[in-house]
């Protein structure tokens, strides 16, 4: 594993995994907090610690980021090689779970802002079924190229996506916009928001637990 990272179970001996990627700056740390509110039975959570790499949004600073970010605005490109670099990552996060006796398919991706997009990205593109792809305070990354490049084995997996109607940092308009490209594509997506800003908020992670509680439900 090329990565480190923080882990957690709920229980013993559990069904399912949550790989969950932070957002722009943090660390694997920012959602432990948030996993353990959602008082979930049964599941294992990890929380990868992105590479150190130069943001050129930042100036060129290096810090934890899943991909590079040349502009919000996204007008001066996006960064592929690097969202390849976390797809790669992430797969073997899921094949370590694989060895470990969770199918891909009791396997949820979850990310916050940056960490959101990444599992977008990586998750509608996953050659193997997925349990559930949740994307907080985000939008779909390289959104043009997804319907040649997404893997029909998750084509019918439940999207989650929330969003802050006063987020300053990814604009609310621009989560519905990437909720509204998806449905286009036909993939079902449960969308929430929030009177917040780029955050998190206890009406929210009662939603996502709900979620959750559904997917496992389902798969019982």
């Not at 660390?27 to 943001?55: C, K, Q, T, Y």
Request: hydrophobic share 45%; proline share 5%.
């Amino acid at each position: 594993m090329t990565l480190p990272f923080i882990e957690f179970e709920t229980s013993s001996n559990p069904a399912f995994s949550v790989i969950w990627l932070h957002g722009l700056g943090a660390d694997g740390n920012d959602f432990v907090p948030v996993a353990e509110a959602l008082s979930l039975p049964g599941m294992r959570f990890i929380f990868p610690h992105a590479p150190i790499r130069p943001v050129t949004l930042n100036g060129g600073y290096r810090m934890r980021a899943w991909y590079d970010i040349y502009s919000l605005d996204l007008k001066s490109g996006e960064d592929r090689e690097g969202m390849l670099d976390t797809q790669q990552r992430i797969s073997e996060f899921i094949a370590r779970e694989k060895e470990r006796g969770i199918a891909s398919d009791h396997v949820l991706l979850a990310g916050f802002s940056q960490g959101g997009a990444a599992v977008l990205y990586a998750g509608l593109r996953c050659p193997e079924r997925l349990a559930g792809i949740m994307a907080l305070s985000a939008y779909l990354p390289l959104a043009t190229s997804l319907r040649q490049e997404a893997h029909p084995a998750n084509s019918e997996t439940p999207l989650f996506m929330a969003h802050g109607t006063m987020d300053d940092v990814i604009p609310i308009s621009a989560g519905r916009a990437s909720r509204d490209a998806l449905a286009n594509l036909g993939h079902e997506v449960r969308w929430c928001d929030y009177a917040m800003a780029h955050s998190v908020c206890q009406d929210e992670i009662g939603d996502i637990a709900a979620w959750i509680g559904e997917i496992v439900a389902r798969a019982l």
